[in-house]
């Protein structure tokens, strides 16, 4: 419990200036990978804050990894964004690296497998409507379990107006 209350000076400043170091590749490296380091996240996306999150602890809290080793460690997990990023053109990483939008209820019918699936209660679909100011499911035309968590509530009031199949493209049914 004592060496808990040792103060080295010397100890305190390399900390204090690790954490300015890493601070600062991180600001630089975010900013260089884009906005998307910041949007609502996939889980690669998930995967990448928490290494970044690890490397910072580390390089910041531990003598054995210098400066250089976060800043090199950190970037590298920045080109793996950026590549990964690049290649979600393809379909086939895409599919391994996102999830793909779930249709949770068509027009009034809620589709309860994939509420399932998606792992969403009824209480929260209702949530979600109320949010969307639905006061009858024959306003609704779909809700949409998106990529990122969110659900997404199509409505109307005009029986007449249908949802453009374009926008339903690659949501799962």
């Keep these: 419990m004592h060496k808990w209350f040792i103060y080295d000076e010397n100890e305190f400043i390399a900390i204090v200036l690790t954490a300015i170091g890493i601070y600062l590749a991180v600001i630089i490296f975010t900013r260089l990978a884009g906005k998307r380091s910041f949007s609502k996240m996939s889980s690669f996306d998930f995967a990448m804050t928490v290494a970044i999150g690890s490397m ?11 400066l250089w080793d976060g800043i ?5 997990v920045y080109i793996l964004q950026i590549g990964v990023a690049l290649l979600r053109r393809f379909k086939v990483v895409k599919k391994v690296v996102d ?6 209820m068509e027009g009034e019918n809620i589709l309860e497998d994939n509420l399932r699936k998606a792992r ?3 209480a929260d679909l209702r949530s979600k409507l ?3 100011n639905v006061l009858k499911f024959d306003q609704v035309r779909a809700v949409i379990f998106e ?4 659900i997404s509530v199509l409505h109307t009031d005009d029986p007449q107006v249908q949802i453009e199949e374009w926008l339903l493209k690659d949501v799962e049914r």
């Design 99 to 104: 999830n793909s939008p779930l249709l949770l």
């Design 147 to 150: 990529t990122t968590g969110d």
């Design 120 to 122: 969403v209660s009824e």
């Design 130 to 132: 109320r949010e969307a």
């Design 72 to 76: 090199i460690g950190i970037g590298a």
């Design 56 to 66: 910072i602890a580390t390089t910041v809290l531990s003598s054995g990894v210098k």
